[in-house]
């Protein structure tokens, strides 16, 4: 259990340096991809499977939109990709520094891998997460209601700014 928490974290930490390093959105948005598997992988070693699964399906949906955004308005033929010599050289450069940062600030210690997880402390009925979403719609449902508005008039405003003149969000910038 512990060595597949170190290679989730490994990997999280490896596409984060990915997205810093890309200029490309496409690259860029596939590497937020992997890093949000990677931390609900994470969560769901530390007890939280429910927690996990509703945060990796709404923010692979967030990143959807994202991309899909981004990719239509980026007028770049041939993108840099992770072979380039330039985003090879900062991916290096972003991974030395948080190499030389986890040796200075814990010397890879402080993660923190044998911790206990939800449901550690023996057999219950019903698990932690599962009774923290209830609690959320139970006292929250107001305020996710106002979330749910909030995004769409966002929603809105994006699709009228990107609009342009007549052509559609589809157009070179």
């Given at each position: 259990m512990?060595?597949?928490?170190?290679?989730?974290?490994?990997?999280?930490?490896?596409?984060l340096?990915?997205?810093?390093?890309?200029?490309?959105?496409?690259?860029?948005?596939s590497?937020?991809?992997v890093?949000a598997g990677?931390?609900c992988?994470?969560?769901?070693l530390?007890?939280?499977?429910?927690?996990?699964?509703?945060?990796?399906?709404i923010?692979?949906?967030?990143?959807?939109?994202?991309f899909?955004?981004?990719?239509?308005l980026a007028?770049?033929?041939?993108?840099?990709?992770?072979g380039?010599?330039?985003?090879?050289?900062?991916?290096?450069?972003?991974?030395?520094?948080?190499?030389?940062?986890?040796?200075?600030f814990?010397?890879?210690?402080?993660?923190?891998?044998?911790?206990?997880?939800?449901?550690?402390?023996?057999?219950?009925?019903?698990?932690?997460?599962?009774?923290?979403?209830?609690?959320?719609?139970h006292?929250?449902?107001?305020?996710?209601?106002?979330?749910g508005?909030?995004?769409?008039?966002?929603?809105?405003v994006?699709?009228?700014?990107?609009?342009?003149?007549?052509?559609?969000?589809?157009?070179?910038?």
């Open positions: 512990m060595y597949l928490m170190e290679f989730f974290v490994f990997c999280l930490v490896v596409a340096a990915g997205v810093a390093s890309n200029p490309s959105p496409y690259y860029g948005a590497g937020l991809v890093c990677m931390g992988g994470i969560l769901i530390f007890g939280s499977s429910f927690v996990s699964l509703i945060l990796l399906l923010y692979l949906g967030g990143m959807l939109v994202v899909a955004y981004s990719v239509a007028s770049d033929p041939f993108p840099e990709s992770w380039d010599w330039f985003v090879g050289v900062c991916f290096g450069v972003y991974v030395l520094l948080i190499v030389l940062l986890g040796l200075v814990g010397g890879f210690q402080g993660v923190g891998f044998g911790v206990s997880g939800a449901d550690s402390w023996g057999l219950s009925v019903v698990r932690v997460d599962l009774s923290g979403v209830s609690l959320l719609y006292f929250g449902g107001e305020i996710l209601l106002i979330s508005w909030a995004l769409l008039l966002t929603l809105f994006v699709l009228e700014l990107t609009r342009g003149l007549v052509r559609g969000g589809i157009r070179i910038v």
